[in-house]
């Protein structure tokens, strides 16, 4: 394993990939998602991604089953001390079983209040190393967040805030909000984001890929952690049984793909294992958000761990299309 530091040279050392838990609890059992956790572990991985929303649309499911799994695991393991530990906020259906999103609990500060201590019992933990915005509340004065946010810092319940889903502009005025109030700022964006380029209009909801704006933001932001979710696109580069989302099915897209393939070949690396190695040695470095459901798929994405991609073929991809 590789590490890295989030949210600059002075946060905390994390592993260059993060475990992302999504179905853990609902679509993958706690048998499974113990198996990828110990392996990830065992492989020198430290930093793991959840949610307070993980997976509430799965049938009889709330949203807190991910955060239980882990809590488990930490527990049964005794290596909470060893993990970086992410989890998120806002994005939860409030009431339960309302309309989502229009119905989302929102960033105010009752809610950052309440959920953080619905989540350090879930995760059976006394602090949340990232906590995230889980999506953007316009209706919240962005103010009020970050002044939640700096009071679970100062109140050791939080180690540092992040966003997701955020479009450039309020990340920055998020973080001019915070650095007026004098409480501390984002360390980390967590954005969609993938070798291929979604094609013009393309609509992802409340969860968008990364914008060229957004990228331009964060190669001038080295203080930002870039965290990217759906980099693998679930498996759809290698999976021929999964089809590319439909947002991502253009003619450029095609064309990448066909490189991509190539690449692969030549380098004896997986298409996976190719978009891992693209992402993380780009000019905007990448901490990807990797998915598994058992120990052998982990396998594949560790193997990009350490690989660099020539100058030669970076140029290849980047210009594919």
């Not at 806002?90 to 079983?97: D, N, S, V, Y």
Request: charged residues 25%.
């Amino acid at each position: 394993m590789e590490y890295t530091t989030l949210g600059g040279p002075s946060g905390p050392r994390v592993s260059a990939l993060c475990l992302g838990t999504l179905p853990f609890g609902t679509r993958i059992d706690e048998a499974a998602a113990f198996a990828v956790l110990d392996r990830f572990h065992e492989a020198g991985g430290t930093f793991i991604d959840t949610a307070n929303t993980y997976a509430f649309w799965e049938p009889g499911a709330t949203g807190a089953e991910s955060e239980l799994v882990i809590g488990r695991w930490l527990r049964s393991r005794g290596v909470r001390d060893e993990m970086v530990l992410a989890t998120k906020v806002g994005a939860l259906p409030e009431p339960p079983g309302s309309a989502w999103p229009e119905y989302a609990e929102g960033l105010s500060a009752p809610v950052l209040r309440r959920q953080v201590e619905e989540s350090l019992r879930n995760l059976g933990t006394d602090r949340i190393d990232l906590y995230y915005a889980h999506i953007d509340d316009r209706a919240t004065p962005v103010a009020e967040t970050m002044g939640a946010f700096g009071d679970l810092v100062a109140a050791g319940k939080i180690g540092r805030a992040g966003c997701s889903n955020f479009a450039a502009w309020r990340v920055e005025e998020s973080r001019g909000a915070a650095v007026a109030a004098g409480v501390p700022d984002y360390a980390a964006v967590q954005q969609r984001y993938t070798y291929l380029r979604p094609r013009p209009g393309a609509e992802f909801g409340v969860n968008p890929h990364a914008s060229e704006e957004l990228l331009d933001y964060l190669g001038t932001r080295p203080e930002l952690t870039f965290v990217a979710y759906t980099t693998q696109l679930t498996g759809a580069y290698t999976d021929p049984r999964k089809e590319i989302p439909e947002q991502y099915r253009h003619k450029g897209s095609r064309r990448r793909l066909a490189v991509l393939a190539e690449v692969a070949k030549e380098t004896g690396l997986t298409a996976n294992q190719v978009v891992l190695a693209w992402a993380m040695g780009g000019g905007v470095p990448v901490l990807p958000v990797i998915g598994a459901s058992s120990a052998g798929q982990l396998e594949e994405s560790l193997g990009a761990v350490g690989v660099r991609l020539d100058d030669g073929i970076r140029r290849r991809l980047d210009q594919a299309d």
